[in-house]
């Protein structure tokens, strides 16, 4: 576990680097907001790639992997001198950084009981946050004394030393779950022979239930989509703002270290809530909790589309309102739609429900990063947050709005 807490120091700064990095090489909101789309694009096969790996290949190694081709990606990146050199490099670390985290709650959950696995996981989130707080802690003073790309080679020392600890201290896997090829070979012909009987009929969407306009206005029939909708939402917003709040704050002439300080206290009010969040929702409904945190993060976020108004405003107001945003309401919000979202997950086929929440999840983050280069060009980046809060609100009203069945 240790080791999460090491690489989370390489991981954790270095979306924001990104960012600071393409406006120093003179790239405007939109070169940014393409970065963190192509990010976001890459988690999505990222997440089902390593899934599907974990489960029929030595988990130590995928860790391993994880951890030294995301090195080499930031050796890379510290000899970048082009954006789309920086933009391809963050997008393969992203890609190999997201190959430790299955196959290590899979590892804990082989060598831990049962009984001890929440706390067991909590501890490992809990590490990888901590890991990120460090680093953005010493990217804040870096910053001012070293250029960006010298601190990517920085943060490989610590990616490689993920690597070392891994090596020495994460134990192989007790279970290899091995696929017979005789059943592998005969289900691909099954489905290929079943394959033109798509041709036959045009599927009406009133089909899928999952989808079915009419399941909307009903309760309580309508609580699962409405739920899967709202979260949509949430997501959509996160990734209007968080792709480009760095850069309206460096765009308004402040100090890259003030850019990364802010950034860092969101982050230490995040892990001082997910660390007390738990015994806050034991005695609350999600649903209002959740709805709360969404006032909160989308008041949050308007009000630091406004303070861009003068440097000032932005840096007192981000203090302020960034932590009560990234920070409170943020972890407020993901335990609390989790927690609804497991409940919806139940005992069947949980696997695969959860892989499409992931999907799901990932698109939206990609849609939003996606949108915020062209609507901040269009309206600015006080227009984008306004809208990213508004949508926060919408995202809450539904929340309220939702009777469980």
Known sequence: MWSALVFGISSGP??????????????????????????????????????????????????????????????????????????????????????????????????????????????????????????????????????????????????????????????????????????????????????????????????????????LTKKPINYVPLLYIAITIFYVSSGLFNTLYPASLYNEGIDKSLVLGIITVGMLFQILTFHFVGHYLEDRDEREASFRSLLLRGTGYIVMGISLLTPLTAIILGFIFYPLSAGVAFSLFYAASNTLIFKVVGGRRQGTTLGVYSTMVGVALFSGSLISGFLSKAVGYTGDFIVAGTLLYLSGSIFRYLEEG
């Open 14 to 215: 270095l979306s924001t680097l990104v960012t600071l990095n393409i406006i120093d090489m003179g790239g405007g909101p939109l070169m940014v907001a393409y970065a963190i789309t192509l990010s976001n694009v890459v988690l999505i096969p990222a997440s089902m790639f390593w899934g599907f790996l974990a489960d029929r290949f030595d988990r130590r190694k995928l860790i391993l992997a994880g951890f030294g081709f995301s090195t080499l990606f930031l050796v890379l990146a510290s000899q970048s001198n082009s954006i789309p050199e920086v933009d391809l490099n963050y997008a393969g670390f992203t890609f190999f950084s997201t190959a430790y985290s299955t196959p290590m709650n899979l590892l804990i959950m082989e060598s831990a009981e049962k009984k001890k696995w929440a706390s067991s996981f909590s501890l490992l989130s809990m590490l990888s946050s901590i890991g990120n707080l460090v680093g953005l802690l010493l990217s804040t003073f870096l910053v001012l004394v070293i250029r960006i790309t010298e601190m990517y080679a920085i943060l490989a020392l610590f990616s490689g030393s993920a690597f070392v600890l891994a090596l020495l201290f994460t134990p192989k896997s007790m279970m290899l779950e091995r696929t017979s090829m005789l059943h592998s070979i005969e289900s691909f012909a099954v489905r290929l022979k079943m394959l033109p009987l798509i041709f036959l009929h045009k599927p009406r969407l009133s089909l899928f239930k999952m989808f079915s306009l009419s399941r």
